[in-house]
Nanobody, 125 residues
């Protein structure tokens, strides 16, 4: 039974940092892609970052977070992380971790099969 549980959101000032965690069970990181998505108020959900299970762990980021966010995984803890630095008010959103055999950050193909509950990140200016 695949399960994901996201945590770590909160309120932070612009320029600050947060680290999100996604504890997973029911699969291993070498079998499923895992990624982070977000949905800002009044906007559609968008991809943020993913790590591929099929390309030696290549990590992908959307342009808006490159250089500021870093995705990592800890196989021993079955946990994925999203380190978010230099946060901006436009990063305010509910963040979700997700997993599937193949993920896409740009909405190509079906949505991810497995989702964690969202965690709210609020960045004040």
């Amino acid at each position: 039974d695949v399960q994901l549980q996201a945590s770590g959101g909160g309120l932070v000032q612009a320029g600050g940092s947060l680290r999100l965690s996604c504890a997973v069970s029911g699969f291993t990181f070498d079998a499923y892609d895992i990624g982070w998505f977000r949905q800002a108020p009044g906007k559609e959900r968008e991809g943020v970052s993913l790590i591929s299970s099929t390309t030696d762990g290549t990590i992908y980021y959307v342009d808006s977070v490159k250089g500021r966010f870093a995705l990592s995984i800890d196989n021993a803890k079955n946990t994925a992380y999203l380190q978010m630095n230099n946060l901006k008010p436009e990063d305010t959103a509910v963040y979700y971790c997700a997993a599937d055999r193949f993920l896409n950050l740009y909405g190509v193909g079906p949505p991810p099969e497995y989702w964690g509950q969202g965690t709210l990140v609020t960045v004040s200016s």
